[in-house]
């Protein structure tokens, strides 16, 4: 469902060096644990969780621990009018929790989990960035296709230890993922007019939300990997590489806040196969278009576009709102770009497009940088600087994206 528009809205980040920690071990409060990192002593009131992840940014996910099992819950991108996801994640090798109460109709899950499909790019990076790509059993086909041409996929897909293809969005083949045994799918929550997860949990399918895309905030995205993190018990390494992505993001703000100066910009699509028909503009409620306002720059997509995911607009919509653009963001691969620009020669009418003062994606990882865009927010504001203000960044280049000029 609305496969054209989950391109579109698809951004990019940097790879960085993975973090191979292992997850918490419950013998670290005291307990004894087995090979496979389980309880072999339970005992109630035990805390086997001594890592914690502490949620300072998101707005949509919150965790609590309760000695021998955790909760999270998440608001329902899907259906936001409806009550919130929660899962109930318990410690291997300890009575599992009644799902009564509040625990009533939550996923309950097994931890730390060793048998996962994986449908979102961006739970993709974050299962990489923790070092736990062999629990990988299934793929969505999208995401094996890309390790077919990307080298990191590639990677990914090789340390899975071939993965089995598990289908696409809410065309997963239910047969596939039961045989697999998965104990969670992790899928991108869309938000609202989707209903990926819901159609997953529906059919009897573990679908877990990585809901971080509809973030208002780029470090609240980030902050996701703490959430994918729990699944694994692996809250220190997802705490230790949030707050480096932390740091970086907070260099780069005072960098260039207020020395940008009078810019009217915009965060596009242009590429007809990527499903842009014309162009489609991100406005302000999107994550990139707030970062957009925290580097002090005008955005021409802003009125009247409140929806999370940007808008299409048509040729004499474009003109009219983005007349003034003196920069552009555009979130395909630059040949793809160039393409759709030499294609369509209206797109000269767009100063931004005739001066070449633009920014697109990087060609040669530009899959690895799509999967990686939520995660490596400190790269996607650095590159989006060095762009609209090179002065303030000598000599420096763009990860995910290149210069036009």
């Given at each position: 469902?609305?496969?054209?528009?989950?391109?579109?809205?698809?951004?990019?980040?940097?790879?960085?060096?993975?973090?191979?920690?292992?997850?918490?071990?419950?013998?670290?409060?005291?307990?004894?644990?087995?090979?496979?990192?389980?309880?072999?002593?339970?005992?109630?009131?035990r805390d086997y969780f001594p890592d914690k992840a502490t949620v300072t940014e998101s707005e949509l996910w919150k965790i609590s621990y309760h000695d021998s099992y955790k909760t999270i819950t998440l608001t329902d991108t899907e259906n936001t009018d409806g009550?919130?996801?929660?899962?109930?994640?318990?410690?291997?090798?300890?009575?599992?929790?009644?799902?009564?109460?509040?625990?009533?109709?939550?996923?309950?899950?097994?931890?730390?989990?060793?048998?996962?499909?994986?449908?979102?790019?961006n739970a993709l990076a974050m299962v990489d960035r923790l070092g736990r790509n062999k629990t990988i059993t299934g793929l969505s086909g999208q995401l094996l296709g890309?390790?077919?041409?990307?080298?990191?996929?590639?990677?990914?897909?090789?340390?899975?230890?071939?993965?089995?293809?598990?289908?696409?969005?809410?065309?997963?083949?239910?047969?596939?993922?039961?045989?697999?045994?998965?104990?969670?799918?992790?899928?991108?929550?869309?938000?609202?007019?989707?209903?990926?997860?819901?159609?997953?949990?529906?059919?009897?399918?573990?679908g877990v939300s990585v809901s971080n895309r509809l973030e208002r905030h780029a470090l609240a995205s980030a902050e996701w990997i703490?959430?994918?993190?729990?699944?694994?018990?692996?809250?220190?390494?997802?705490?230790?590489?949030?707050?480096?992505?932390?740091?970086?993001?907070?260099?780069?703000v005072p960098t260039v806040s207020g020395k940008i100066g009078n810019r009217e910009a915009g965060y596009l699509c242009v590429a007809p196969e990527?499903?842009?028909?014309?162009?489609?503009?991100?406005?302000?409620?999107?994550?990139?278009?707030?970062?957009?306002?925290?580097l002090g720059v005008d955005n021409v997509f802003a009125p009247d576009n409140p929806a999370p995911n940007g808008l299409p607009y048509d040729f004499e919509k474009a003109v009219g709102t983005a007349a003034d653009a003196d920069f552009f963001i555009v979130y395909d691969p630059m040949k793809m770009t160039?393409?759709?620009?030499?294609?369509?020669?209206?797109?000269?009418?767009?100063?931004?497009?005739?001066?070449?003062?633009?920014?697109?994606?990087?060609?040669?990882?530009?899959?690895?940088?799509?999967a990686k865009t939520y995660l490596d927010v400190d790269v996607l504001i650095r590159d989006f600087a060095i762009g609209l203000a090179p002065e303030l960044f000598p000599d420096a280049k763009g990860t995910c994206f290149a210069r036009a000029s």
């Open positions: 469902m609305n496969t054209l528009i989950r391109s579109a809205v698809a951004l990019l980040a940097l790879p960085l060096a993975l973090t191979g920690c292992g997850g918490s071990s419950p013998d670290a409060s005291g307990g004894q644990a087995g090979a496979d990192g389980c309880a072999t002593d339970y005992a109630e009131g009550p919130e996801l929660t899962y109930v994640l318990y410690q291997c090798g300890t009575p599992q929790p009644e799902a009564t109460g509040d625990l009533d109709g939550a996923l309950v899950v097994q931890v730390p989990v060793t048998n996962v499909s994986v449908t979102s790019f890309n390790a077919e041409k990307d080298e990191w996929y590639a990677g990914v897909a090789e340390a899975a230890g071939k993965p089995m293809s598990i289908g696409e969005y809410t065309d997963l083949n239910k047969e596939a993922v039961l045989g697999l045994k998965n104990q969670v799918i992790l899928m991108s929550g869309f938000g609202k007019g989707f209903d990926d997860i819901s159609n997953a949990r529906a059919a009897g399918m573990p703490k959430m994918v993190a729990a699944f694994y018990n692996a809250e220190a390494a997802a705490n230790t590489e949030f707050d480096a992505i932390k740091a970086r993001y907070d260099e780069v990527r499903g842009c028909e014309f162009m489609h503009g991100h406005g302000a409620e999107t994550l990139v278009g707030r970062l957009l306002t925290q160039r393409a759709a620009l030499t294609a369509d020669p209206r797109t000269n009418r767009f100063k931004p497009f005739r001066d070449d003062d633009f920014i697109a994606g990087v060609d040669e990882n530009f899959e690895e940088c799509r």
